[in-house]
């Protein structure tokens, strides 16, 4: 009977320890909800991903949830939030800076006329004198390999002495150019002169487009595109009118003549899809690309850039290099694409993804973009933004695309929340209060955000719509409507029982 006699003690320790335990228990829990209360106030864009907004209706909710599914909940927000190093600290990723273009690599991804028009683009925007003088340098260079010497006077003129007397007037070269150039534009027509006479249509359609290949190399776009142009009535195979369509969009874009590009697009696609090779393929696409982004078509041009063929390569540097179908088609995509879009057509597209392994930062703002982490992607934007404004092609675009792209981050972060704190919106994506409340006003403005702004608490309430209510309002209306068309349907039928429906007298006319 020795258990018998420690019941009473053993009762009493049990007692003693369920009374520590209601006691300690409140401080416990409320210091936790506390910890949990700071640290989702400290995650920004980083820590929640759109799948994970979609859970979190409210913040509130996530406070009264059970302890265990709230901490899970926290858990998991903090490692989506990015890299957590052993001490709690999110690690900053790197981002490179764009400030200064490296103008020779740049100038080494193009050829021909392309090259020198992107490089004295470049001079002519940039204000860094070094750069200015490195693209004048390369530009005088380049033409100096080719026969344009109406561009080389400019280049000169442009370069004003200050590269040194090895980088002035060369007269001697430009004299010597334009002699062989007449004596040769006088040897091709003739030619052309004598095929004609002949009637033989392929001589004729070659001489034709030697003359063309001739006035592009002087600079002579108008006379080029002719030349190329006049190749159409000659040609006899569908190889012929693909060939004449890719010189003709060539000299198009050269002359900003983008509505011209479209067409002979056209042209090359209709009824040559046999005859169209992977390389030609991805040619096409590009320009119409090029097209619809100069017409600020930017989800047509996004479309055209991802279906931009591997094979494309270095083939068509004489126009655009496989780096700018990643920058084009990316950004374009990000502007005008939904989100499921820009997963199945962006991150899920194996093809596209052989470019935007050519430009990381385009791969990792996309990615950003789609996980929600809107502060880092915005600065991967921000660093990219000088760089962009020197593009020939993209530059009147940026800031359109930028805008675009940021209203779309806005409304994608508030759309999961029935209400936002709009310092931590501003903390994630690095503005000010004031400035984000003007942003957020534009959007509701123009009925982009369902949502009504709290200026003194500094609150964003979403205003969704109440779908129980607006179901059974269709349902009372659509009942309406059948009710009144039933009464109309036994009222017509009760007129003809009863033979009131009204029938025009039938007009007797004489007959034999």
């Not at 927000?77 to 190093?85: F, K, L, P, S, Y």
């Not at 009710?483 to 033979?499: I, Q």
């Amino acid at each position: 009977m020795r258990g018998f006699s420690f019941g009473p003690i053993a009762f009493k320790i049990s007692l003693w320890a369920l009374t520590i335990g209601a006691l300690i228990y409140p401080v416990i829990s409320a210091s936790r909800r506390k910890l949990r209360s700071s640290r989702l106030r400290s995650i920004d864009d980083r820590g929640i991903s759109l799948g994970q907004q979609q859970e979190i209706i409210h913040l509130g909710c996530v406070m009264e949830a059970e302890e265990d599914q709230s901490g899970l909940m926290v858990d998991e927000i903090c490692e989506n939030g990015g890299a957590v190093t052993e001490d709690g600290a999110n690690r900053q990723r790197l981002i490179i800076s764009g400030d200064q273009i490296d103008v020779e690599a740049y100038a080494s991804l193009y050829s021909g006329r392309t090259k020198i028009m992107r490089l004295l683009f470049v001079a002519d925007r940039c204000n860094n004198a070094t750069m200015q003088l490195d693209a004048l340098r390369m530009a005088y260079e380049e033409i100096k390999k080719g026969e344009n010497t109406q561009l080389f006077r400019e280049v000169v003129q442009r370069i004003n002495g200050r590269l040194g007397p090895n980088y002035g007037m060369d007269t001697a070269w430009a004299y010597a150019v334009d002699h062989r150039a007449e004596q040769r534009k006088d040897r091709l027509e003739n030619e052309l002169n004598a095929y004609r006479t002949n009637l033989i249509k392929e001589s004729i359609r070659m001489g034709y487009n030697d003359l063309g290949d001739f006035y592009y190399a002087h600079g002579q776009l108008g006379d080029a595109l002719k030349n190329y142009v006049r190749t159409r009535d000659y040609c006899t195979t569908s190889k012929h009118i693909i060939h004449m369509c890719l010189n003709a969009i060539l000299v198009s874009i050269e002359m900003g003549q983008f509505s011209h590009v479209l067409s002979y697009v056209t042209k090359a696609e209709q009824g040559h899809d046999s005859s169209l090779d992977d390389i030609t393929a991805a040619k096409l696409c590009c320009a119409a690309g090029l097209a619809h982004l100069e017409a600020k078509k930017y989800k047509l041009a996004a479309r055209k850039f991802l279906d931009v063929g591997h094979e494309l390569l270095s083939n068509y540097n004489e126009v655009i290099a496989p780096q700018d179908v990643a920058t084009y088609g990316a950004l374009c995509a990000l502007a005008s694409f939904d989100r499921s879009e820009l997963k199945s057509k962006v991150i899920d597209n194996v093809n596209f993804r052989n470019f935007l392994e050519l430009v990381p930062e385009i791969r990792e703002l996309i990615q950003d973009f789609y996980t929600s982490r809107y502060a880092s992607c915005l600065g991967y934007l921000e660093n990219l933004k000088t760089n962009l404004l020197l593009d020939i092609h993209l530059h009147d675009h940026v800031e359109i695309l930028y805008n675009k792209i940021r209203n779309k981050a806005l409304i994608q972060y508030t759309h999961p929340f029935v209400s936002v704190d709009l310092h931590m919106m501003a903390s994630a994506f690095k503005t000010t209060v004031a400035g984000l409340e003007k942003e957020l006003e534009a959007l509701i403005t123009h009925n982009e955000i369902q949502a009504r702004i709290d200026s003194h608490n500094k609150i964003l309430y979403a205003r969704h719509a109440d779908l129980r209510n607006a179901t059974f309002q269709r349902v009372l209306q659509t009942g309406k409507e059948f009710d009144r068309d039933m009464k109309a349907l036994l009222l017509r039928a009760s007129l003809l029982k009863h033979e009131h429906n009204n029938k025009l007298p039938r007009k007797h006319t004489g007959g034999l």
